[in-house]
């Protein structure tokens, strides 16, 4: 059974940092696009950022460009998502997903996570 857990989530101040990780059990991803996806309340899913399965490429929204840092270590089948110089509008349940040949479009990817929890007050 293939399973993405995502962890890292809390309450933060704007202004400070958090960091998520995704766990990956079940199967390799190592030969996948990982990435992150967030919902706030009444919007709906977007792309936050991505990691090929080398690590060499990685996208980013532009609403966190410079703020987030996407890493991964295949050697433990976890991903991670830092979060710097965090804001209100970050405010969000955050979701990792893995999908073969996947970059920014959530349509490509297979497998999904639950979710955690990202709260960043004013």
């Known amino acids: 059974q293939v399973q993405l857990i995502e962890s890292g989530g809390g309450l933060v101040q704007a202004g400070d940092s958090l960091r998520l990780s995704c766990a990956a059990s079940g199967r390799t991803f190592s030969w996948a696009t990982m990435g992150w996806f967030r919902q706030a309340p009444g919007k709906e899913r977007e792309f936050v950022a991505a990691?090929?399965?080398?690590?060499?490429?990685?996208y980013y929204a532009d609403s966190v460009k410079g703020r987030f840092t996407i890493s991964r270590d295949n050697a433990k089948n976890t991903m991670y998502l830092q979060m710097n110089s965090l804001k209100p509008e970050d405010t969000a349940v955050y979701y990792c997903?893995?999908?073969?040949?996947?970059?920014?479009?959530?349509?490509?990817?297979?497998?999904w996570g639950q979710g955690t929890q990202a709260t960043v007050s004013s």
């Open positions: 997903a893995a999908g073969y040949g996947a970059t920014t479009n959530r349509n490509d990817y297979v497998y």
């Open positions: 990691i090929t399965w080398t690590g060499a490429s990685t």
